[in-house]
């Protein structure tokens, strides 16, 4: 057997420290670097042994090892790949209903008056201004249009539960108190 | 003689996952180890079926219980590796393992022991 020595091998063996590290990105920071220093250290030396091809594969699918580290950590952790997700998805459904709302306004104004003058409404906080004349439209976003993907991404990733648990705070307070 | 049965037992991923906590416990109670060197240990004791993709979750477990404590160790040969060593509270839980483990076998063994009759007895009459 052949030790891994070559660039091809490390290439091999960080694509999947890569991938693995992917799928643990609900873990601390702190916690990830651990796991892919362990895992590199121990593949490395699983290849010295039975070569870096059987070495992955006794690794099994990145996404098993990573289920397998999350679980280990005893506790639900926030899900922040899903919450940006979410926040994008939210942040997109936000535009393009003001778009959609936009240019229905437009086609209002331009159906309903012959008015060279710019006519301005809000939608869910951001501005709007329809130029019948130029046929052209514009959206003005506020701090709303932040404030919306904000809370998706806190409710979507369950961002609280980085917090310490409410059970451990109120044992700690009565022990205290003892 | 290893037979058929018995490779069947030592892959079975349900079986295997229930020991897996007494089994790397014990192992790291004799001699402070890594996390391959782990895996080759195990399979020399006859757990072929314990993969490296199960032991390694499963040591980051104990050491969140504090059953296992960690430090880095360079290697000549690589990056350095994360040697695990077994704490008083992993001694205490490898103590209680070991005595659930005795009592389970102790009440299957004889359950198992016993030849299967061919053909199973007509139900008790309430």
Redesign the interface.
């Known amino acids: 057997v052949i030790?891994m020595t070559g660039i091809a091998d490390r290439i091999r063996l960080e694509l999947l420290v890569q991938r693995l590290d992917y799928h643990l990105s609900d873990l601390p920071g702190a916690r990830r670097r651990?796991?892919r220093?362990?895992?590199?250290?121990?593949?490395?030396?699983?290849a010295?042994?039975v070569g870096l091809g059987q070495?992955l594969a006794?690794?099994?699918h990145p996404r098993?090892?990573a289920a397998?580290?999350l679980?280990?950590?005893?506790r639900p952790l926030p899900q922040y790949r899903k919450g940006v997700w979410w926040a994008v998805a939210a942040l997109a459904a936000y535009v393009a209903a003001a778009v959609i709302f936009t240019t229905g306004f437009l086609d209002g104004a331009e159906a309903a008056s012959d008015l060279d003058r710019p006519l301005t409404t809000s939608f869910l906080g951001a501005g709007v201004e329809a130029n019948p004349g130029e046929a052209s439209f514009a959206i003005t976003f506020n701090v709303l249009a932040l404030v919306v993907p904000a809370v998706v991404f806190l409710l979507a990733s369950r961002a609280w539960r980085a917090l310490p648990p409410v059970r451990r705070r109120l044992a700690a307070r009565a022990g205290t108190a003892q | 003689m290893v037979t058929a049965a018995d490779t069947a037992a030592l892959h079975d991923p349900q079986l295997l996952k229930g020991v897996l906590s007494l089994v790397l416990l014990r192992l790291l109670a004799e001699r402070e180890s890594?996390?391959?060197?782990l895996?080759?240990r195990i399979h020399r004791a006859g757990l072929t079926g314990v993969?490296?993709?199960?032991v390694?979750?499963?040591l980051?477990?104990l050491e969140?219980?504090q059953r296992v404590s960690s430090r880095l160790v360079p290697?000549s040969?690589?990056?350095?590796?994360?040697y695990y060593r077994l704490t008083p509270a992993g001694h205490q839980a490898l103590t209680a393992a070991t005595t659930a483990w005795r009592r389970l076998v102790g009440a299957v063994d004889p359950l198992v022991a016993t030849p299967v009759p061919t053909d199973p007895a007509p139900p008790k009459e309430q």
Request: no cysteine; charged share 25%; hydrophobic share 35%.
């Open positions: 030790a651990q796991v220093r362990e895992i590199r250290a121990n593949t490395r030396a699983a010295a042994d070495a006794n690794l099994g098993v090892l397998g580290y679980a280990a950590e005893g | 890594y996390g391959y060197e895996v080759v993969a490296e993709g199960t390694y979750p499963a980051a477990r969140r219980e290697s040969s690589g990056p350095a590796r994360k």
